[in-house]
């Protein structure tokens, strides 16, 4: 539920879960006497709440499933309890749509199955059992609310079937931005590194035709040289490479934050792409945090740009890293030209762009990776001033 296409702030989960558990409450509290019922329902009420409540902590498979094995036990519960609540059928055959929410193929379909299982003993106990006597709504026409039950099933189906193509066409065309983004970074640079490459490249090749036109080649003193200038157009080949190849498998790791943020300034500074305006990393203590590393060098890349876009020709920018409250925190400041609280607004929205040349996915990117490693994204902005976007990551203790 927490992916990309879904930034659903955490302040609405919390209001529209309190309104469910007061709804919930109430139910419980209304025309209700102390008694084994009550007890019982009051139990499921408790169980669903926690569920909920405690959702956007973990946000694992465990938990999701809990909570819809729950929601499904809360439902049968009211159903048993109270079977002159004729309604609860129609929730009944609701169940399986709370599973669309978390947007899980294979826990709609769980939720599915057990729906239709439950649903075919409590027929058969009504039919068997009851014989219709606390259930006539049901018993007097078996077959029209079996086909209802199966109609609304195919129903919820077709709808999570058609709500799940959508998200994955989306995800696609998320990967192909994030994808040309990162092409176009790699395109600024690509100039900058063949000529980087280029200055070893003649050492070495001037040395050999040296050494071509010596037919006694006895010296072999300037061997360390060469080698030493290949090794540095190997790391700028391989620094290149870091940021262009595409991370299709999207290993997360635990990842050295001071590491990245040398490599993506290294990177910066060495290839013209700051002009004469000048970057300073500090990193006060070793932040260990659980990511993607290439995401998270796009995501540094991003902002630096940024920063150094809006920053007068020779304007500095400002990195820190720290641990504050078992969180790392990395601040990226510049005295650039600032933003309004308007344009702060519009941050992140595709293309929002002031730049003539900007693309304005880059802060859309970057706030789909902070969201993915749980992290927290601020900007602070005074138009004329400055800009300081601080970054959140929780933690991780070697
Ligand atoms: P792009 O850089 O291609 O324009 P982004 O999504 O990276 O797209 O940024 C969107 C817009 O946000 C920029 O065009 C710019 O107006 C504004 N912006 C981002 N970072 C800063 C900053 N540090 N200072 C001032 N404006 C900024
Ligand atoms: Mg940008």
Redesign the pocket.
């Known amino acids: 539920m927490k992916e990309f296409h879904e930034r659903l702030h955490k302040k609405y989960y919390y209001l529209i879960i309190s309104f469910i558990i007061l709804l919930m409450t109430a139910g419980l509290m209304i025309d209700n006497q102390i008694d084994m019922g009550f007890v019982i329902h009051g139990t499921m009420v408790f169980i669903i709440s926690t569920c909920l409540l405690l959702y956007p902590l973990y946000e694992n498979a465990y938990i999701r499933y809990m909570t819809v094995i729950s929601s499904t036990g809360f439902f049968y519960t009211l159903f048993f309890l109270y079977p002159e609540t004729w309604s609860d059928f129609v929730l009944l055959c609701f169940i399986p749509a709370f599973s669309i929410l978390f947007f899980d193929k294979w826990l709609f379909y769980f939720s599915l199955v057990l729906n239709v299982l439950f649903i075919g003993i409590t027929f058969s106990y009504i039919v068997w059992m009851d014989k219709g006597v606390l259930y006539p709504y049901i018993y007097k026409d078996l077959t029209g609310n079996i086909v209802n039950f199966i109609a609304s099933q195919i129903l919820l189906y077709f709808i999570f079937h058609l709500t799940d193509l959508r998200m994955q066409k989306q995800r696609v065309y998320y990967e192909q931005v994030q994808q040309a983004e990162r092409m176009k970074t790699t395109g600024q640079l690509a100039a900058a590194v063949a000529h980087e490459i280029r200055n070893p490249l003649t050492v070495v090749k001037g040395f050999l035709q040296y050494y071509a036109e010596d037919e006694t080649l006895k010296t072999k003193q300037n061997f360390p040289l060469m080698i030493n200038e290949l090794d540095t157009a190997e790391h700028v080949i391989s620094q290149f490479l870091s940021i262009s190849k595409p991370d299709r498998e999207g290993r997360v790791q635990n990842v050295d934050v001071e590491i990245v943020l040398k490599d993506v300034t290294e990177l910066l500074s060495m290839y013209g792409l700051l002009n004469d305006n000048s970057l300073q990393l500090h990193v006060e203590k070793e932040c260990l945090v659980s990511a993607n590393s290439i995401e998270l060098k796009q995501l540094f890349i991003?902002l630096i740009?940024?920063?150094i876009?809006?920053s007068p020709e020779t304007g500095s920018v400002s990195i820190t890293a720290d641990q504050e409250k078992g969180n790392a925190v990395i601040r990226i400041s510049?005295n650039?030209?600032?933003?309004s609280d308007e344009?702060i607004r519009s941050?992140g929205t595709p293309f929002?762009?002031?730049?003539s040349k900007?693309?304005?996915?880059?802060?859309?990117i970057c706030y789909n990776i902070v969201e993915k490693y749980n992290g927290e994204i601020n900007f602070q902005?005074e138009s004329g001033k400055g800009?300081t976007?601080t970054l959140l990551f929780p933690l991780i203790h070697a």
């Open positions: 991003n740009k940024n920063a876009e809006a510049d650039g030209r600032g933003m344009e941050l929002y762009s002031l730049k900007g693309t304005g996915l880059g802060l859309m902005s800009t976007v």
